[in-house]
């Protein structure tokens, strides 16, 4: 018979002694932690660059239904800067004195509006920039304007053959102008038979604007083969100047895809094409990010891109625009 070995038996019998000693809750597996309750979205401010265009009425009413799908009894208030510096300062100020939870922000100079968005996000607020960045924003969501620029261009230059002269009527100095104008010329820029004109007139992003620089552009050059607006209200501006001069065989392309440009791709004028945006997608994807924001959720890309289709006579018939029913 083999004998056990005292020390051994002592050991085994200390690790026993001391496994009894521990308190019952560090035996037993560890619960986790109460998870922290929901912020519920209560108040919404949106301050857009102008409610006379109808794209920013589209992403009005976007966050008004995404608002309202995080909680029914939600405020939503939306006011129009009209492109105006001073009065978006003003906008954000007032939602900060009411308190609000999130903000949406058209910004109507990327850069001069970021002490009005740091004001507010010291207050406590979320504040997401649509369409267009708002430095110091927590994120931004807009269109991939870059390639709705090359969309745009891009069938320009194919419908052109890769020759003619091409005129860029340039819009606000936003950061969704700015990137529209470098996807199109950066397509153009492959076609050295292609001449811009001109590049550097803004036409205020409105039909008046439009109509008004294409009439100067229409006086200035006596051939232009195609014109390249930033949107499509510019668009719809250029084809009335176009056809008041009786000015014909000029191809019009823009980005939108608002519901006035598919009337015009039905209809006989010189607009041929509109890379598209959707307002209500950057709306609510807008709203559910800060909705998360509010809760703790940090975007992994502060930035998020939509992506842009190209609507022409062709298409137009199956896309699917703002006026869509959600």
């Excluded at 301050?47 to 265009?53: D, F, I, R, V």
């Excluded at 995404?66 to 939600?74: C, E, G, L, S």
Aim: aromatic share 4%; charged share 20%; hydrophobic share 45%.
């Amino acid at each position: 018979m083999i004998k056990p070995f005292p020390f051994l038996c002592a050991l085994a019998a200390s690790a026993m002694a001391a496994l009894s000693a521990l308190p019952a809750a560090a035996q037993t597996p560890s619960q986790p932690a109460a998870q922290a309750p929901q912020r519920q979205l209560k108040k919404v401010g949106v301050t857009l660059g102008s409610l006379g265009n109808p794209y920013f009425v589209a992403l009005a009413r976007g966050a008004e239904a995404a608002a309202r799908q995080a909680n029914p009894d939600v405020k939503v208030t939306v006011l129009s800067a009209d492109y105006d510096l001073n009065k978006q300062f003003t906008h954000i100020d007032s939602f900060i004195v009411a308190k609000v939870d999130l903000i949406l922000i058209n910004a109507a100079d990327a850069r001069a509006i970021e002490p009005a968005v740091r004001k507010a996000r010291k207050a406590g607020i979320v504040v997401v920039a649509v369409d267009v960045a708002a430095a110091g924003a927590d994120a931004t969501v807009q269109t991939d304007n870059t390639q709705a620029g090359e969309l745009a261009c891009g069938f320009i230059a194919e419908r052109l053959k890769g020759r003619g002269n091409v005129i860029i009527q340039n819009g606000p100095p936003v950061s969704a102008v700015l990137d529209r104008v470098k996807g199109c010329k950066a397509v153009l820029a492959r076609h050295p038979d292609i001449r811009i004109l001109s590049d550097d007139q803004d036409a205020k992003g409105s039909r008046e604007g439009g109509l008004n620089v294409m009439q100067l552009y229409l006086t200035r050059f006596p051939k232009v083969d195609a014109v390249f607006t930033i949107n499509d209200p510019q668009a719809v501006g250029a084809d009335l100047a176009a056809r008041q001069l009786n000015r014909r065989g000029i191809l019009i392309a823009s980005v939108d895809g608002a519901p006035d440009i598919e009337a015009a791709l039905k209809a006989d004028t010189l607009v041929q094409a509109s890379a598209s945006q959707d307002p209500w997608a950057i709306a609510r994807t807008a709203v559910q990010l800060g909705v998360g924001m509010m809760n703790g959720q940090r975007p992994a890309i502060p930035t998020v891109l939509l992506p842009s289709t190209l609507v022409t006579r062709a298409n137009v018939g199956q896309y699917k625009g703002w006026a869509t029913p959600r």
